[in-house]
């Protein structure tokens, strides 16, 4: 704690060259920007506490800086041990107006390279404010609802489970700390939920979680899926994945990726952004996939299409976009080419088989550098795995562009205004903002850009059954 501002970051010192980026980033965000404005005299989020668990980069500083803007007070954790960038952290915690000695501005509890447990440490300390809990939550793939839910669930049974041999290492932390917090406080994460007025989701997994839970009847308060806003996942999990994906593999090895042979598992929106992004190199791209639709869209898109098996001898990039577990298990990994890059842009590690990685008999790990490491297998062939088999973009290199990220987070800032102003208009379900916000969205980013607006005539708007000021298109619509 200095100055009052409880945080824990890397190195507070990096704040000022975290304050430039963000200055030059805040250009970039125009989204960002003009809620800023258009919200200035009125601070919406006057009384918000807000908790946030997303990747601590510098576009996530412009995002908590508007949340601030339009009268939130804030707390931050990471949702990645990887994704943190350090300078950006701290530019946060001092805050626009501070200094180093004196800071100003937000509590920060992420740095990159965290330990499970710091990690559950530092989500637990974003949520646990003095006084009053938070009331908001913005979160990205659901680890900081998780924590309110199970936490909550197990304060009412008495008992948190035993781990057993399937629980994953990232599960087995997450229950001890709710295991030492029970035991602490009975009804910490059930006040902390009851004091939540919603939730506003940012990712395709984070969502999955959230109708599962409203299936069951066990949400205890509403969601925004800010995810399918078309333009965040048709922009952000697309074109960010496009820019990022390459980012990564480069930052990480250098490898030349044109001419190679590259397999994109998942034609999803991320797979589509990925599979572009190394065609752009000059990469050969094969798509894996499990959904006739999908795969179809890869075939037309010039894509090869076959199953991991057959595409492994041949490929020399193995990346995963599914949101799915076990789609790199270790068997294939043991017969990928020598020195083939894997890695993983999906939310979680789990799309890569990582723990039979480490179990495989006779397996050596040389660590090349931060978040690159060597496997080598007993016949002497190595693969090189990115960020330990989390997402790659965000853990070697720096994640999308600001101003793919102005979109989701301008999703991001309107869904909390939503929620937080007009919680009781709301069930404890999972929603979608309405298409009017999303061409809103739109509008600002294409003004930007100094893209052209055709304007409908009354006449023509009434011919295709639509309002002259949109929205242009039904709710079915794919886009
Ligand atoms: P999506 O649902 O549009 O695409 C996933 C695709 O994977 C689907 O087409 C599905 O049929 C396919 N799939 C599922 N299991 C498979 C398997 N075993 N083999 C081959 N294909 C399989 O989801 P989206 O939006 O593309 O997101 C994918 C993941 O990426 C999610 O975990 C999401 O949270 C994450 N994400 C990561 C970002 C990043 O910056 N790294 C940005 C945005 C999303």
């Not at 501002?5 to 304050?19: Q, S, T, Y």
């Not at 646990?128 to 793939?141: A, R, S």
């Not at 020399?316 to 599914?322: A, E, S």
């Not at 997402?391 to 991001?412: D, I, R, Y």
Request: some cysteine; overall charge negative; aromatic content about 8%.
């Amino acid at each position: 704690t200095r100055n009052g501002i409880e945080f824990a970051v890397a190195d507070l010192e990096a704040a000022e060259f975290g304050r430039k980026e963000i200055r030059l980033a805040e250009h970039e965000m125009p989204g960002l920007m003009a809620l800023r404005r258009e919200y200035a005299e009125v601070y919406p989020l006057r009384g918000a506490r807000v908790s946030g668990s997303l990747h601590m980069t510098v576009q996530t500083a412009v995002l908590i800086e508007t949340l601030v803007a339009l009268g939130a007070e804030v707390r931050w954790a990471s949702c990645n041990i990887f994704s943190t960038q350090d300078h950006a952290a701290a530019a946060v915690v001092v805050g626009p107006h501070g200094t180093t000695e004196e800071p100003k501005g937000v509590p920060v509890f992420a740095w990159k390279g965290e330990s499970l447990e710091e990690y559950w440490w530092c989500t637990e300390r974003m949520l646990t404010w003095d006084g009053e809990g938070p009331n908001m939550i913005l979160d990205d793939g659901g680890d900081a609802t998780m924590l309110v839910h199970k936490g909550t669930e197990y304060e009412k049974s008495g008992v948190v489970p035993t781990p057993d041999e399937n629980t994953s290492d990232e599960f087995k932390v997450f229950l001890e700390l709710l295991r030492d917090s029970v035991a602490a406080d009975k009804d910490k994460w059930t006040k902390i939920g009851q004091g939540i007025r919603g939730v506003t989701e940012e990712t395709t997994t984070g969502v999955l979680r959230l109708y599962q839970l409203a299936a069951a009847g066990e949400l205890l308060f509403p969601a925004i899926n800010v995810n399918d806003a078309v333009t965040k996942s048709k922009f952000d999990n697309r074109y960010g994945i496009r820019h990022s994906l390459i980012d990564g593999i480069n930052r990480g090895t250098d490898v030349l990726i044109g001419g190679k042979v590259a397999v994109v598992c998942g034609y999803g929106d991320v797979g589509k952004g990925a599979a572009e992004s190394l065609r752009g190199q000059g990469a050969r791209v094969i798509v894996t996939e499990i959904d006739p639709i999908c795969a179809l869209q890869a075939a037309m898109d010039g894509y090869q299409v076959r199953t991991l098996e057959n595409a492994l001898p041949e490929a020399d990039i193995v990346i995963t976009t599914t949101g799915n577990k076990d789609v790199v298990l270790v068997e294939h990994m043991a017969k990928m080419k020598h020195q083939a890059i894997l890695g993983n842009i999906g939310h979680f590690d789990n799309e890569l088989d990582m723990a039979g990685l480490a179990r495989y008999p006779g397996i050596r790990r040389v660590n090349i550098k931060p978040q690159v490491d060597e496997w080598v297998f007993p016949n002497g062939n190595t693969i090189i795995v990115l960020s330990e088999g989390r997402l790659l973009n965000l853990g070697n290199a720096t994640g999308h562009p600001s101003f793919v990220m102005s979109n989701s987070f301008s999703n991001q800032v309107i869904a909390q205004v939503e929620l937080f102003t007009k919680y009781e208009e709301y069930d404890k379900e999972v929603f979608r903002l309405p298409k009017k916000l999303d061409e809103k969205v739109a509008k600002i980013h294409l003004d930007a850009l100094g893209g052209e607006l055709t304007k409908l005539t009354k006449e023509q708007a009434e011919y295709i059954d639509v309002d002259v000021e949109g929205p242009f298109k039904p709710e079915h619509y794919r886009y």
